[in-house]
């Protein structure tokens, strides 16, 4: 008995000093417990809420990796049909950058198709342009975006955990600030939730994905809970903050809570026109950041291909501006393709590697045998240099302005194993150059300039471009040549591209923009300098 007892003993021992953790129901059990008892949530038929919303986005900084842009504040109210599993968001977004502006829209969401009543966006795609009263589908990318962050942020989450635990894995603690955090995974579908709880109430602390970020390579999302509150026999939380590699993007306010509210089911229904050729969810690896954040500054193009709004274009192209000069458009943002002698000098890598592919192939097809050797960002802003690994896994060197190859360089070096459009590939040794004021391209035939702009107010070390025998320049951000109307009044971005010609003592005729088309040089100068 004695020689039972201390064996019994030592297998405890032994399995207390292994680590061994605790089952994935142990915690999801007592969350569930926490939030009022699986009977009380699966008693939920329906849910509404109001909230308010103010949204920063990373990568529109003005140094590159600093601060971030505040970019909306949003009032909004949620109606969730669990039955149905459908929703209605109806928001108004009050938009600070890049442009002052409100919108007023709604959102309808079921499990095979989501539509789009309003406008969101300064970039309206055919259909809701065609629309009267404005409305569209929306593309399979937002659709199963928004399914995930509303499968996210559900109550019912932890319900459907603790009633599918075969999907439930336990993993290692996650710690955070010093912080250790019990945690789960667990599939629904097609997404890896990662579940993190608090050690000491056992309520879900935050969710969280590794999501691909075009910039940033692997990040983790989380969408963290705060303020537990009673509403009826559950508890919620009433504060929630979106975090994306743990800055702060999104921070949401409950203000008012009701479950089992009756539902109208026209409030929940896509018109049957909309429905009939609604895309479905889309599957696979797939660029969640770009749809999601892109929303927050109302310039996301709601299709499924980032580049360009595929209803109104066939495909991206080529435009010849003088020989050996291609202006690379029909997408939302643009690159400039320059031959040299035996080499290429491409400028901007605009939103995904799928856009640097395509650019890289049309390449390599119009000028057979001769390498892209470098590539110019102008800036480090998300929809200009998205696609730069593309061009680092073709073995670019990285021209960057003054003070920013730092930057760059970690952004290289950060995993990147999550990417729709280009294999997992070590680019940490990729060459970064920086451009101290200017830096001139020669082979011997023609020259072509990178030049830091003057004092601007979108992005420091941001860089323009020229080709001095066909004196083209090349900007992107400060001037959307042949879309931006060059007011009677003072335009600062504008004066910082008349600044920088000046004082690099070029003389183009032509501008092309990384946005926009193509337009004369001279007659901007003019205006602007008529109202300095």
Known sequence: MTRLLLTSLLCCLLSACAGVPPSAPDHVGRAVAAMGGAEALASIKSLQFKAVMRQWEPEQSYVAGGEMKFAAESRFEVL????ADAARIDW???????TTRSFRFSEIVTPQAGYLAGIDSNTRVKQNLAANPPGHAMSGLRL???QRELKRASPLLLLEMHNNR?????????VINE???PAVDVRIGEWLFTVLFDAVTGLPSRVRTLDYDNVNGDSSYDLVFADWR???TVRLPAARQYQFNGKTVGDIRVTELTLDVPIDAARLAIPPAMLATAARPAAGRLHYQWALRRQIIGTLIDSDNSAYDEQAVASLKFTELAPGVQHQAAGSAHSLIVEMRDHLIVFDAPTTDWQSNWTIKAAQEKYPGKPIRYLVLTHHHMDHAGGLRAYAAAGATLVVGEGNGAHFRKLLAAPATLNPDLPATDLSRTPVMEVDGKRIFSDGQREVWAIVAETNTHAKGMMIGYVSDARIGWVTDLWAPGRDVIKDSLNTTQLAVVNTVQKAGISPLRFAGGHGGVASYPELA?????VQ
């Not at 003019?526 to 008529?530: D, I, L, N, P, S």
């Open 230 to 232: 009673q509403y009826g």
């Open 144 to 146: 199963v975006a928004t």
């Open 166 to 174: 075969q999907r439930v894995t336990p993993r290692t603690d996650v």
């Open 179 to 181: 912080v250790r955090y």
């Open 80 to 83: 969730v049909d669990v039955t």
């Open 92 to 98: 108004v977004r009050d938009l600070v950058y890049p």
């Open 526 to 530: 003019a205006k602007v300098r008529a």
